[in-house]
């Protein structure tokens, strides 16, 4: 048996009995049990590979298919014999949630790959090839949201917490990896919208495509979630499970079971030497950071936070308030629940404001005309009737773009109106599109005459 299993077509032919039993309804988890000699000695890289020889062999992906389950049931049982105690985490854990999203991952990686090798066999086939093509730009949008998802969550949520403990490199090869296959999913994204597409160009992005999300899939649950489960502490988990929900999750709907004994904690809050980073970092970690030749250098930086405002998205000091509002490309007025003006922002403003109205009531600060329609607005305000009123005016050759914002808090309670004005003269130019990397493309013009705001005391 162990000389047979060396065969590859030996191993597609039991491969091809497993997929028949699948098809009249055996579970996986029953033939996993049967088969379990042969799936020890099949690799979960090479069953893709055999998968792609079945669907040249005449083999419908639909049918196919049906060895995804075992595929994952495969994968998960070569994690759990690295670290089996990933997948004993409670159910609705962030690693755990993590895991099943790759196991989505992997199943949708393979159907990617076994459609587009169908696609070239029908391509002689209008019918045949439409439908699969269809298929397989279903597939392709589905697969985008892994980076807006999955990729996204670990770049933004969780990666912080590992550069706090010095491990800088690790984020920043998987995030250029991230990319890399973002950018492979859009070319296969093109590919398949083109007017006359190409079987073969598109067999060959989609496979490589499948190949990347695979990879990673194996560089995540074997190397970076050991990692974390290691380092991270219940409180760095909920902190990472409530600020989750927002960024949103691939193929699974996680459980609102967990609920540890923890305090948040956030990954400035962390600290740690290096000592403590390598006693407790898996060994598989530190080869691969050994064989990268990377130094580990915690993030020990400490603010000191005595005369901050606690905000519900971190700290500022008063001068900071002061300043980031002077910065900021609008005009911003704070009128609060008894119509009386709190604040104003300072820098260079479209409309002039003056201190002596910290305190006046709103309606005192607008020409008599038009005071009643300050009052229909504030009264649909605090009514609960309308969350903004929009206004927009030509002056001076600007187009200004004026809003008012009810303000409320957590429980919908009313506490003023904010009152935002800005000039969009050349936002409602822009065309095209300019990117992060083009910023060194910039060549700032000389001010041209005219080109200053007048300050006008118009309005309050």
């Known amino acids: 048996m162990a000389e047979l299993l060396k065969n590859s077509e030996?191993?597609?032919?039991?491969?091809?009995?497993?997929?028949?039993?699948?098809?009249?309804?055996?579970?996986?988890?029953?033939?996993?049990?049967?088969?379990?000699?042969i799936l020890t000695n099949v690799s979960p890289l090479e069953i893709p590979l055999i998968e792609q020889e079945l669907v040249k062999d005449g083999l419908r992906p639909i049918d196919i298919a049906k060895l995804c389950d075992l595929h994952v049931l495969l994968f998960r049982e070569a994690v759990n014999q690295q670290d089996r105690r990933l997948y004993d985490l409670p159910d609705g854990h962030p690693l755990k949630v993590l895991l099943q999203e790759n196991e989505a991952i992997l199943k949708d990686a393979e159907m990617l790959s076994l459609y587009s090798n169908s696609l070239v066999k029908v391509k002689d086939d209008p019918d045949a090839f439409k439908n699969i093509l269809n298929t397989l730009k279903d597939i392709a949008s589905k697969i985008r949201n892994i980076g807006r998802t999955h990729y996204n969550r670990e770049e933004i949520i969780i990666f912080p917490y590992i550069e706090r403990r010095g491990l800088n490199a690790v984020a920043?090869?998987?995030?250029?990896?991230?990319?890399?296959?973002?950018?492979?999913?859009?070319?296969?994204?093109?590919?398949?919208?083109?007017?006359?597409?190409?079987p073969e160009q598109i067999k060959e992005m989609a496979v490589d495509v499948a190949n990347a999300l695979t990879d990673m899939v194996f560089r995540e649950n074997n190397i970076l979630y050991p990692t974390l489960y290691a380092?991270?502490?219940?409180?760095?988990?909920?902190?990472?499970?409530?600020q989750s929900n927002e960024v949103g999750y691939y193929g699974v709907e996680p459980p609102d079971d967990w609920h540890p004994d923890a305090k948040e904690v956030l990954p400035y809050q962390v600290e740690g030497s290096l000592e403590d980073v390598l006693n407790i970092m898996p060994e598989r970690m530190?080869?691969?950071?050994?064989?990268?030749?990377?130094?580990?250098?915690?993030?020990?930086?400490?603010?000191?936070?005595?005369?901050?405002?606690?905000?519900?998205?971190?700290?500022?000091?008063?001068?900071?308030?002061?300043?980031?509002?002077?910065?900021?490309?609008?005009?911003?007025?704070?009128?609060?629940?008894?119509?009386?003006?709190?604040?104003?922002?300072?820098?260079?403003?479209?409309?002039?404001r003056s201190p002596s109205i910290i305190g006046r009531p709103v309606q005192l600060c607008h020409p008599p005309r038009s005071v009643h329609i300050v009052n229909r607005i504030l009264d649909a305000f605090k009514k609960g009737e309308r969350d903004h009123a929009d206004f927009w005016i030509q002056l001076g050759g600007r187009f200004i773009y004026i809003r008012y914002f009810a303000v409320r808090d957590e429980n919908g309670e009313y506490m003023g109106t904010l009152e935002v004005t800005q000039d969009v003269t050349e936002i409602r130019n822009l065309q095209g599109e300019k990117r992060l990397l083009d910023w060194h493309k910039d060549r700032k013009p000389a001010a041209k005459e005219g080109d200053k705001k007048d300050k006008k005391p118009i309005g309050y």
């Open 286 to 352: 530190r080869q691969e950071l050994e064989k990268q030749g990377v130094a580990i250098n915690p993030d020990n930086f400490k603010w000191d936070l005595e005369g901050h405002i606690k905000l519900d998205f971190g700290f500022l000091n008063g001068k900071e308030v002061d300043q980031i509002f002077k910065h900021l490309p609008l005009d911003i007025t704070f009128i609060d629940s008894n119509d009386r003006v709190k604040f104003f922002s300072g820098g260079d403003r479209i409309f002039f």
């Open 172 to 198: 920043s090869v998987l995030w250029r990896k991230h990319d890399e296959i973002r950018a492979k999913i859009a070319k296969l994204t093109r590919l398949l919208a083109a007017e006359e597409p190409d």
């Open 10 to 37: 030996y191993k597609k032919e039991l491969l091809k009995k497993m997929i028949k039993r699948l098809h009249r309804g055996e579970s996986p988890e029953k033939l996993k049990e049967e088969f379990r000699q």
């Open 231 to 242: 380092l991270l502490s219940d409180g760095e988990w909920l902190a990472i499970k409530n």
